[in-house]
């Protein structure tokens, strides 16, 4: 029987559409003598007034263009999730009018127009029609946000974030172009004291291998917002070696990087009873972790939050439960240290695949339907965030 380490169940499936619903309009706050801040990570630059948080303002995105604000934005469309969720975070949730379907998690999304076109991305004519005084376009691409920039739109276009630290700035880039700056900076304290209790409650403890397969032999490598938290809540993700991004590996690859814990996002972690999976560490022992798909796959701060003390709390326990299926070996009835015979071995299996030998989104030869596949796996965590 498995040794389930659930610790969080809040699966959320979204697909139905979401209605509308438009924001009141209200007049600029007062400004004061204007100054330019620049940025000395070399981010984007801001033009504000000497009061902190007022408007006019002017920043500069990271396509380079410069946008202004006159006024605090009253209607606020995203088009993906993580913006979403970040407004509702720092108290702007009231002043939304549009999101994408993979929002409609968060209390009251419901209440908005879904944006999503009905294929991947966004529909411009929704986004439009949110008639919005700011469209917020975290992990979009240049072409989306051009296209709605060329029906008149104002449009701030986000870097994609793969760390904690992106999270915090694009936390307090977005409260100071919707005018919440004290509850983003809020906010990102919530969030960086978060990793700071995960990576203490894990400082001590063994760091399992982890692996989250997104199926198909796709999986979370290095340099994703997935990796990092990963890394925060105390495990080591055997993919970041294997490659960037999200890299297809071959059953060989997976079973050579033997992950002792699985991250989940299915409840029944029915993945593991597929191979190459099942016969990994994690598979023979039923070692995973369900973390919750929204907050796995959108950096916002809420996620860094959730994800982090979930598996945080998943490392302690697989600990603990070594820890004691250590002193009952030591202890088996007077059997000089050993277990009842069982030699640590899967159901006979050899670990072996099935003849594939490196990660094929590397090797030569990548096919075409092994090109959308990825196409799609990416595509589909890009919406997601």
């Not at 970041?240 to 989940?264: F, R, W």
Request: overall charge negative; proline content about 5%.
């Amino acid at each position: 029987m498995r040794n389930r380490y659930v610790i969080a169940m809040a699966l959320l499936v979204t697909t139905a559409l979401v209605g509308g619903v438009a924001g009141p309009a209200a007049g600029a706050q007062p400004t004061m003598e204007s100054s330019t801040i620049e940025n000395p990570t070399g981010g984007p630059s801001v033009h504000q007034t000497d009061d902190a948080c007022g408007f006019p303002v002017e920043m500069t995105d990271a396509t380079g263009t410069t946008i202004t604000l006159d006024e605090r934005p009253e209607r606020i469309t995203t088009i993906n999730p993580s913006a979403a969720q970040t407004l509702w975070e720092i108290g702007a949730r009231d002043r939304v009018v549009g999101v994408t379907q993979y929002a409609a998690y968060l209390d009251g999304a419901g209440e908005k127009t879904d944006v999503s076109a009905e294929g991947f991305g966004v529909s411009v004519e929704r986004v439009v029609d949110t008639d919005p005084d700011l469209v917020l376009a975290p992990n979009a691409s240049a072409g989306q946000v051009e296209a709605l920039r060329e029906q008149g739109l104002t449009v701030y276009h986000f870097p994609a974030a793969t760390s904690v630290e992106d999270i915090a700035e694009k936390t307090e880039i977005t409260g100071r172009l919707v005018g919440n700056c004290e509850a983003a900076a809020e906010t990102n304290e919530e969030m960086n004291q978060a990793v700071t209790d995960a990576e203490n409650r894990t400082a001590d403890l063994d760091r399992p291998a982890a692996l989250y397969p997104l199926g198909d032999g796709f999986v979370a490598g290095g340099n994703t917002f997935i990796n990092e938290i990963m890394q925060i809540g105390g495990t080591d993700n055997v993919a970041a070696a294997e490659g960037d991004g999200y890299p297809q590996l071959s059953n060989e690859i997976i079973l050579q990087t033997d992950p002792k814990l699985i991250l989940v996002t299915d409840p029944e972690a029915s993945i593991l009873d597929e191979e190459p999976y099942a016969s990994t560490t994690a598979g023979v022992e039923g070692n995973y972790v369900v973390m919750n798909v929204n907050y796995l796959n959108q950096p916002a701060p809420r996620s860094v939050i959730e994800s982090t003390e979930t598996l945080a709390t998943a490392v302690e326990e697989l600990q603990t439960e070594d820890e004691e299926a250590a002193d009952g070996e030591d202890t088996t009835d007077g059997e000089n240290g050993t277990n009842d015979g069982e030699n640590g071995t899967s159901d006979g299996e050899d670990g072996t695949s099935d003849g594939e030998d490196g990660s094929e989104s590397q090797a030569p030869g990548f096919g075409v339907v092994t090109a959308l596949i990825a196409a799609l796996a990416a595509a589909l965590i890009a919406r997601r965030q």
